[in-house]
């Protein structure tokens, strides 16, 4: 071999499984205690890549972009363009060349569509890639030993050789060969199919031949670890790993559509088939009425123009716009979006489930209070930092002098998980933070304030087995070993006071133990409460000595006839920005619950702060929950604001209770367990910060900040986006309507002509329309959209008077523009501007929308009541496209291309005139459902 670097570096494609976990350590060039160097890192993240799947096949771009032409209303232009196209080859085969440019129409209608097609492409790819950056950004962190420390690092930068711990709630980001575990339960449906947990540990070496499902001492990327601990060495990374090797087989999933797609479908089916309806209706009434077929020419132009003027052709990219700038601005407030229906959806919500601890608190736990049978103990300090003191009344005391306070910190050191971090010779109250769960790490830093830091208890004790925490157990016990006794083990366990308490048949005061009493129980749980009750988060601690040597496989059953050692009550208070949101959301007809797995009266303390609960309101333990039936507490869930000591199956049937009763719910959840919950959901909503990769996964949004407030930030956000695309699909389509009956009546009242040429209405649909549609999308959030309730996420696109009035709007329209029309058509007529008739109504159709989209800027407050420069977007918008329109008669080039003619000043004013009176109309409409219309809604 030669001596580049690389070639010193292992092999991975080997058959791991077949030996023990030293000879692969070996192998790998990798060490369990200190990991790998930093300079091994570097060098095989360099050879190996990063650890990251590539994507799966996906749909073929030309694939995608074909799809985009299936749309019915492009379908209907592309029949117009061909008609169209061959009545001009027909015009020149004929001899009768009325036009320079001949197939202009034909030409500027296949762009169009051509255009939509690559915009809708172009917004699908640009979806798929803003998911995958998506998911990038939501990519798990991993902890890793390397140069001897423990840190966190993004998964993509795991290589083969390094160190990991994996706990309940990961999903595995390499493929890996277990060194140590602890009831290591993983789920390999990702892999195998098979959803059953299935128990890992390491063993001596398999077969060379044993299946993937059997290879009990490895893990694999994408598997996902139910319960227990783990620590591996990472043997393969990213396309390497098992998950590697079928992702380039995996199918790309079809992606549902969008609820605002199935609307736009909606909407398009009704437009497409009310024109047909419309064209069938002019042509059979002209034949009729000429009595011979030499009006066919002139109909048959009359219904392309309609048909083309029916597709709102601007539309799709004002949605495009739309969408892609809430999403933004989503983000911004710190909610990731992870599928893209939730952005429109997101307003609806009209229940927020939310967790308590981290949620709706700050998740920075101090303890304030311990409680043994020799006494009660303040203990001041604040934040992670290990400086404070224990007092007992008025005094300030040493902990060694209370044998039963000092045990029970020992207890609380050992029993955990997280690491404290920090200099104890720096600046103490400074740079200390901690790895891990808030809950454990404030039980570090209390026994650190007695000088109990977990380095000096490793050196006396050795961790050898442990039963972890779940939310379903509520409660952590640990095996140790004494180091310099041999075989004495002691196990320590924490959790929910009644739980432990329950499982406990003596208790400790100085050195010595004593049998429980009743009574004394019961003052346990009496304190619990008062502790609870002033909104402290409070564990039990205990202990036990094992007598005979642990089985490799522990049971449940030894966590009992343990040993009473106290209680620890620890602050975690709400955040402040958590009582405005609750405020917010309940002016908003959003209700908020809190679900917790913490004792009912801390729960209901937080709430009742919060605002969430008051002090009768009804409270639901997972206890009570579980003997209610599922009918029940569908009668109950309209009542009950907090849920306290459930489990993860409990949230679940929470949220169906809560759909059964109409609700539109959003969830939180940070465990494994939470995943049923989540996507039962209809928006679930996992932690950025603290949540399992499973939740995540399992989630249709992330909050980056874990924050409440968030969630109702959101779904304003979700608001502003609906009221927005409402009001130009309103905006837009009244003036689609107008155009179609303008036309239509030309050749019913018998004007010889078609007022608007295909062109002219492109022309129109796209800028003068499209240039402000996009500006009203850029409207500011009313100060109304959170002090009104949410609306269905089910209603169709028309609900709310929408459908009656794009209807209403657009016979005003044709009103206008019919009666300025036959005006001008009859003064006009034998004069040498004969023809000026059409330019007019073409002008004054663009400028009425001018007015209408000022006017469109609120659905109930009049123009004078806003601040005219609030959306300067739209007063851009309306100036030039006012200019544009000018342009367009009176530039020679121009006014030649588009088939205008020039305007006198005079006829210009007539139809400024006319147009203005769209704008007078919207707003006496605002005025008349404000006078005579109580109750009428037309927000959003
Ligand atoms: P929540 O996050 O809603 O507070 P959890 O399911 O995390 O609920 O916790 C439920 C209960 O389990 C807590 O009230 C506490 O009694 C106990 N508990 C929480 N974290 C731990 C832990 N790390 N070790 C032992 N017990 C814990
Ligand atoms: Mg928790």
Redesign the pocket.
Known sequence: MTATPEHHLPELLHPWHTQTFQETLTHLQSDAEQGLSSAAVAQRLAYYGNNELQEGKPRSRWQILLEQFSNIMLLMLIGVALVSGGLDFWALQSGEVDQDFPFKDTLAILLIVLLNGILGYIQEVRAQKAIAALKKLASPQVRVLRDGQWQEIPSEQVVPGDILTVEAGVQLAADGQLIETANLQVREGALTGEAEAVKKRTTAPLELDTPLGDRLNMVFAGTEVLQGRAKLVVTATGMITELGKIAALLQSVEDEPTPLQKRMTQLGNVLVTGSLILVALVISFGLIQAGNLDRMRELVEVSLSMAVAVVPEGLPAVITVTLALGTQRMVKRQALIRKLPAVETLGSVNTICS????TLTQNKMVVQEVQTQGGEFRVTGEGYSPVGEFWAGEDAITTSDYPELQALLVAVVLCNDAVLQGDPSQSPAAGWSILG?P??GALLTLGAKAGLYQELLAEQFIRVGELP?S?ER???TVFCEHRHYEGATSLFS???PELILARCTAYQLGNDTHPLTPEQRHAILNWNNQMAARGL???GVAYKAIESPLESEIEEDIEQEMVWLGLVGMMDAPRPEAKDAVERSQAAGIRTVMI????QLTAQAIAQQLGIAQEKSRTLTGQELEKLSQLDLELAVDEVAVYARVTPEHKLRIVQALQKRGKFVAMTGDGVNDAPALKQADIGIAMGLTGTDVSREASDMILLDDNFATIVAAAEEGRVIYTNIRRFIKYILGSNVGEVITIASAPIIGLGGVPLTPLQILWMNLVTDGLPALALALEPADPNVMKRPPFSPNESIFARGLGSYIVRIGLIFALFSITLMVGAYTLEQGTDHSENWKTMVFTTLCLAQMGHAIAARSFNRLTLEMNPFSNPALLWAVLGTTALQLMLIYVPFLRHFFGTQILSTEELLICIGFSSLMFVWVEGEKLFIRWFGKGVNLEG
């Open positions: 967790d308590k601890t981290g769960d809950t454990e925490f939310s509520k409660r952590m924490k959790g929910s988060r409070v564990l917790t797995g913490d004792h």
